[in-house]
């Protein structure tokens, strides 16, 4: 097999960016090049304070130590795909907006413009990861490209290696993953390539750790892993509406249920929703294939694990509006946390964006705040939430906060959408203090004590409880 000297990766995102840094941390012998074409990404990965373009725990420290060793950054795609071996692809492959497949099938441009580009500038052979999550067979479609495009001389082996390691616990992930995956073809070539990738991973990464499979149970198991985490998550809110109704309470279920051990306790949390660029995406990429490969029951299940998490976001929008009297029209509210989980600054597909469209069509005020999410994105994303709301409009209708006490004062209602640390630790009894009353509390991520509020005086609703 080729001993990888060099390694190129292609999209700097939250992908590329976190795995190829810890590439480079756990192998001082091979040199990494990350690069992409935004170059205000690429500025940001490099900036002299490290104010990196992603928020992660730990990434920063992961980067210091590599940055300018044996780890690069650059917007010259053609040199780094050049000097390397091995090329990793890990640009995003977006659910499709328009044309055929619109709204479920993945949108696999950017990773035939990257395949194309390796086709046309590459002088020697490579192996071509892909990292990136694609339909199943992604793989062939890539082979063909590089093989009707490439130089003479030049071959390409293309691996499968799909990306577990979920935000906010990214460098944890990658530091000791539950396993790595790599698909390849079965032929000889194949697997002296998958041993090449292997032996980039087995410098830190165990043996027994390191799964290697076929190309395409490789690409399949990526999204199947996807569903089957949010299947669990839209199973236990969908008993969160039971419990809502009977009494029973959603985190004794869960714990009951978890400590089977065939169920396992992990990913059983109820919540306002699931959010994250992969959950969503990834679902109705199986669904759209299970539909091209005429399985339209097969579709069915897995089309309603989105479904159930569209209805539990609107579910609890409904609760809110129910609870404070049948109309918010006018009141205030406050919502913390905008990111899609604590400990990132994501905020793709984040529940919260749902609810507040939902609060701005009930024209209610609503008061953000969120310990890492940037003002530019809120705006960008409600606006992008509230096509027929002139972003002059929003910004009168929402108010961003800079902190969760300043940003409760003089409301009506607290909501909490992201289980960010800080919110537990708030002096609950400052917060009613300052707010209107009879003060509400809502809790979409089970963080609060909801005994201990109801003392304080506050009416407090949670997901996955009756009203007591
Ligand atoms: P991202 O949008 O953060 O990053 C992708 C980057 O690729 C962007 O910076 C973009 O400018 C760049 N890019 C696109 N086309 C390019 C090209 N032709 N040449 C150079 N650069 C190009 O996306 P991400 O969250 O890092 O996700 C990347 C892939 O990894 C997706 O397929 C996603 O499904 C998968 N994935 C994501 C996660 C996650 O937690 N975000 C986890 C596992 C897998
Ligand atoms: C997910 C997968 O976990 C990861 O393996 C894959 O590589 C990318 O997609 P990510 O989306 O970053 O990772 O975060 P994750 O921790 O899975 O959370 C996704 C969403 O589910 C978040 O909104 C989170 O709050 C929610 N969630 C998670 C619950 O509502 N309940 C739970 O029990 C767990």
């Given amino acids: 097999p080729v001993k990888v000297k060099k390694i190129c990766c292609i999209g700097a995102g939250y992908v590329g960016g976190p795995t190829c840094a810890v590439i480079a941390l756990k ?9 992409d074409l935004n170059q205000a990404r690429i500025d940001a990965w490099n900036s002299p304070d490290f104010d990196l373009p992603i928020y992660e725990p730990g990434l920063v420290d992961v980067v210091k ?43 696999l441009h950017y990773v035939e413009s990257a395949t194309r580009r390796i086709a046309a500038v590459a002088q020697n052979s490579k192996i071509v990861v892909e990292k990136s999550t694609v339909p199943c067979r992604t793989a062939e479609s890539m082979r063909t490209i590089l093989e009707a495009n490439c130089k003479p001389g030049c071959r390409f082996d293309i691996l499968s290696n799909p990306e577990f390691l979920a935000e906010g616990t990214a460098i944890q992930d990658l530091f000791s993953p539950d396993r790595v995956l790599i698909g390849s073809l079965q032929t000889q070539e194949g697997k002296d390539a998958c041993g090449a990738l292997a032996s980039v991973y ?23 892993a996807n569903a089957m985490l949010a299947q669990r998550i839209s199973s236990i809110n969908a008993l969160s509406a ?18 089977d051990s065939r169920v396992g306790s992990k990913f059983l949390r109820a919540s306002v929703g699931f959010g994250g660029s992969c959950f969503q995406k990834d679902i109705l990429n199986l669904v759209y ?6 399985l339209p029951e097969v579709a069915a299940y897995w089309r309603q694990v989105v479904e159930l998490n569209e209805y539990q976001k609107s579910r ?28 990132t600054g994501d905020t793709r597909e984040s529940p919260a964006i749902s609810l507040i469209r939902d609060f701005l069509a009930e024209r209610a005020y609503v008061t953000i705040y969120d310990p890492k999410v940037d003002a530019e994105q809120i705006w960008q994303d409600l606006a992008e939430a509230n096509p027929n709301l002139p972003l002059e409009l929003i ?70 409880r009756g009203s007591q």
């Fill in 27 to 35: 192998c001082p012998q091979i040199q990494v090049t990350i690069v």
């Fill in 65 to 107: 130590a590599s940055r300018g060793r044996n780890l690069f950054f650059s917007t010259d795609v053609d040199k780094a795909i050049q000097e390397a071996e091995l090329i990793f692809v890990s640009v995003n492959t977006p659910t499709k907006k328009t044309g055929v497949g619109a709204g479920f099938g993945a949108d």
């Fill in 202 to 224: 087995a410098n830190w990464v165990p043996n027994g750790r390191i799964l290697t499979v076929g190309l395409w149970s490789s690409e399949l198991s990526k999204l199947a």
């Fill in 242 to 259: 039971i419990c809502e109704a009977t009494g029973a309470n959603i985190d004794e279920v869960s714990h009951a249920v978890g400590y």
């Fill in 289 to 294: 294939l299970s539909e091209s490969l005429h």
């Fill in 316 to 343: 609890f929008s409904k609760t809110v509006v129910d609870t404070l009297f049948n109309t918010i029209t006018g009141k205030h509210i406050t919502v913390l946390g905008f990111a899609f989980k604590a400990d």
């Fill in 395 to 464: 910004k009168k209708q929402v108010t961003l906060a800079p902190s969760a006490l300043e940003a409760c004062k003089n409301k009506e209602a607290v909501v909490i959408a992201t289980e960010w640390k800080e919110f537990k630790e708030i002096d609950w009894q400052v917060v009613y203090d300052n707010m209107t009353k009879p003060a509400f509390v809502f809790d979409g991520r089970l963080i609060l004590d909801a005994e201990k509020l109801r003392k304080i005086g506050f009416r407090v609703k949670v997901i996955g």
